[in-house]
Structure formats: structure tokens, C-alpha cells
């Protein structure tokens, strides 16, 4: 049974380096032998388990795989990846959208999408589709970072978006990627992470929510020392605060445009 299965498997520009019971990799993980050669399965005979094939890049782990498409863990889209983008072809906006307790909400998970993707393009369409069902929120998760639109910035959003794709990037670094001015102005700061977020379509730069807001959630490596507090940076070095919270090692921000924040 291990050969048969294991001759069956195969994605081009990867190798299997193990399986997890969990489909995200976060559950219990087992290798090949551990998987087929447990002598602890005879306990477990009549009972159905579901095993998750976990794949790991071969060669040059900064080269990207050829182009084949993946597909997000809800079966709701497909995308490929290019360097740092993610690039969504299909949308099934039947499995995108999902209602609970009354409410209709959107997530594209792109967190296996690996470490180096930073921006994801999606068609216009599905971004309009979401926001015309009436969804209170729609989530993209990157990565090194998860985006939450609410209602109106959704609404904000599909009727700016003009071109046939809307590409959503954060980019997360240190106070080096600062100019002078907005450098001098955390220079007190102990700990700090630089988030770069921006929204196109087409040729247009989309940065206004018509009042609505965005949360982003991004790893954050904080001693619990001093107090943490975020801002919002111009290119002249002026802060303004805004609201976030801490847990787990992941810092949430509450946003009312894009742009530089630290």
C-alpha cells in the first residue's frame, strides 16, 4: 500500500516532505514512515482518518516553482505565483461567500502561498460580487499578514476599482526601508516594524474607505516592554496614532487609509 501511494504523488517543483492531519500543516505532523510503518494504527482499525500531503520546494528555495496553480484551502479560488505575487485566475464566488448566523462574510486564504509573496491580484469581479452579496467582511490572508475589509470599505473599494483586477500588497520591514524624516521620528523606539500597505486597479491608486475601516494583522516580535503604540507615518516624519492591539505575537491594526504605519 506505502509504494502505491506514494508512486501517486507527485507536484511538479516540489517533494513530499511529510503529511499533516490538518490541511494547513498546523495539526500533527508525520513523516513517511511514521505515516505507513506506525505499529499504533492497530489500534485504530475501523476508524477513517484523513492524512494531508505537505510539500517542500526543490532546488533553489528563491526560485519559484513553474506555474501551477494552487488552490486555496475552502476550493473557493485558484492562483499561481510569480515572485512575490499571487496571482488568482478563478474565483468561485459560490464557495467565497459563506453566511453564518445571518451574516455573509468572504475569506481567500494565500497563507500557504509561501514566504515571499507579498501582493495578490484578483479579478474586479469577484471583489464586486462579494461587496454587491451584501458580505459584512471580506479577508485576504498573505503570508506575513491578514486583511479584514469591513462593509463599507468593500463598497469603497469595488466602486474605485476600475480596471479588471484590484492587487493588494503589504509589505512588512525595519526602520531602514524609512526615509530621514520619518526615521528621526521613531528614533526613540525600541522595537519597531514597518507595514507598507497599498491597493491598486489599473492605474489608480485605491486609499480611500469612504469611512470604513480595514484591520490587518501582522506578526509582531514584542518584549512586552514599554508600551506598544501604533502610528501613521507621512514621507515628512508626522505621526498620528492609531488603534491597535496585541495577542499571541500578532499585532491588529485598525486603518482608515493605506500607507506607511509603524
Known sequence: IKDTVLSSMHKT?????????NADGNG????????FDNPGWIEAIGE??????????????????????????DGSASYTVSGSTAAIDKVDTDKLIVESNGKKSAELDLSNAGESVTEVSLPTDAV??????????MTVKLPGASVSFDKKALSAIAAQS????VSLEVSIGDRNSLNTAQTNAVAKAKELSVIEVSLSSGNQKISDFNGGSVTIDVPF????????????????GNK???DVTYKNGVATLVLKHFSTYV
Open 28 to 35: 500533527t505532523a508525520y513523516t513517511v514512515e511514521e505515516l
Open 162 to 165: 476600475e480596471g479588471e483586477r
Open 221 to 236: 516580535a514584542w518584549s512586552m516592554k514599554g508600551l506598544l503604540c501604533a502610528y501613521y507615518i507621512d514621507d515628512s
Open 240 to 242: 498620528s496614532a492609531i
Open 13 to 21: 517543483g516540489y517533494g513530499l516532505s511529510g503529511f499533516n492531519d
Open 48 to 73: 477513517i482518518k484523513t492524512f494531508f500531503a505537505q510539500w517542500t520546494k526543490t532546488g533553489d528555495p528563491d526560485t519559484p516553482a513553474p506555474d501551477e496553480p494552487i488552490t486555496t484551502p
Open 128 to 137: 464586486k460580487t462579494v461587496s454587491g452579496s451584501g458580505a459584512e467582511k
